[in-house]
Structure formats: structure tokens, C-alpha cells
């Protein structure tokens, strides 16, 4: 099975930024690519990035291009999601999945983290 376990989530100011990772372990050649969704109450869940695990190709939401990067340490399975000038529409619980490429990655349900919650306050 795959493991994935995030962390790095928080609060902060319209504006700020934060870095969240997840780290990948176990059956990691079931996947080819990473990523993070989010979900807010009330909302639906929305893809907010991924990457390819070889040949770092990336996607991201619309709502989040230019201001959210994701990348990778192949040598330690770990994704990064480093958030730039957030605004309170960005908070949510960020979910780690993990799944295969298709023009984006389309995440396997049985491979996803915990979440690690992020507020943006105004």
C-alpha cells in the first residue's frame, strides 16, 4: 500500500506564504504522478496541483496558477507546495493523493494523506 503523510499547513495573513510537503512511502511504483487537492466546508474538492513523479510535468488550478508551485525530491519521495500571496478563499484542508498522469493527475482515492488544514485570515 502507499503511505502519505503531510505536514507544514497553518495559519497566516492574506498575503503570506506557506510551504507544505508530503512525504510518499511504501508501494510507490503503483503511482506516477503527485499532487494536492483541497476541500473547503461547504465546497467542492478542487485539484490544486500536481506533477509528474519522472520528468516533472505540472499542473495546477486556475485559481491557484502564479501563485502556488509544486515540485519534488525523487530521492526522498517528497512533494512540495510552496504558496505564495494566499487569500482567505485558499483555506482549506490540503490533501496529499497520489494517482496517475493524464494531462493532470488523476488521483486514486485510496492514495491520500490525512490533510493538513490551512486558514488564511484577512
Known amino acids: 500500500q502507499v503511505q502519505l503523510v503531510e505536514s507544514g499547513g497553518g495559519s497566516v495573513q492574506a498575503g503570506g506564504s506557506l510551504r507544505i510537503s508530503c512525504a510518499a512511502s511504501?508501494?510507490?511504483?503503483?503511482?506516477?504522478?503527485m499532487g494536492w487537492f483541497r476541500q473547503a466546508p461547504g465546497k467542492e474538492r478542487e485539484g490544486v496541483a500536481g506533477?509528474?513523479?519522472?520528468?516533472?510535468?505540472?499542473f495546477y488550478a486556475d485559481s491557484v496558477k502564479g501563485r502556488f508551485t509544486i515540485s519534488q525530491d525523487n530521492a526522498k519521495n517528497v512533494v512540495y507546495l510552496q504558496m505564495n500571496s494566499l487569500k482567505p478563499e485558499d483555506t482549506a484542508m490540503y490533501y496529499c493523493?497520489?494517482?496517475?498522469?493524464?494531462?493532470?493527475?488523476?488521483?486514486?482515492?485510496?492514495?491520500r494523506g490525512q490533510g493538513t488544514q490551512v486558514t488564511v485570515s484577512s
Open positions: 506533477i509528474r513523479t519522472r520528468g516533472d510535468r505540472t
Open positions: 511504501g508501494a510507490t511504483w503503483l503511482y506516477n504522478c
Open positions: 493523493a497520489a494517482g496517475i498522469w493524464s494531462g493532470r493527475c488523476l488521483y486514486n482515492d485510496n492514495y
